[in-house]
């Protein structure tokens, strides 16, 4: 079974940075990218941004407008979000998501979901 465990989420002032993680542990799994969403309160989970985990590539929403910094350690089997510069609007429940098969940035398919990590950004 594959585990995906978001952290790093927390309560924040407007203006501030926080560096979400996701871990992987469980079986051994063959990824073709990673990803990171958000679903804010009454709203539709969205895409935030996505790495093709062998060669590093990125993908972003347009509306992350260079604020999140998407990263992985391949060593340390782990998959990073930076946000810089957070707005009450930035304020969601963050989920990263894995997907096994290989498909362009508009058609992929995430296999495996982590449980989620609030942020909260106070104005």
């Known amino acids: 079974q594959v585990q995906l465990v978001e952290s790093g989420g927390g309560l924040v002032q407007a203006g501030g940075s926080l560096r979400l993680s996701c871990a992987a542990s469980g079986r051994t799994f063959s990824r073709y990218a990673m990803g990171w969403f958000r679903q804010a309160p009454g709203k539709e989970r969205a895409f935030v941004a996505a790495?093709?985990?062998?060669?590093?590539?990125?993908y972003y929403a347009d509306f992350v407008k260079g604020r999140f910094t998407i990263s992985r350690d391949y060593a340390k089997n782990t998959l990073y979000l930076q946000i810089n510069n957070l707005t009450p609007e930035d304020t969601a429940v963050y989920y990263c998501?894995?997907?096994?098969?290989?498909?362009?940035?508009?058609?992929?398919?995430?296999?495996?979901w982590g449980q989620g990590t609030q942020v909260t950004v106070s104005s």
């Open positions: 998501a894995a997907a096994i098969k290989s498909s362009n940035w508009l058609s992929l398919s995430y296999d495996y």
């Open positions: 790495i093709r985990w062998s060669t590093g590539s990125t």
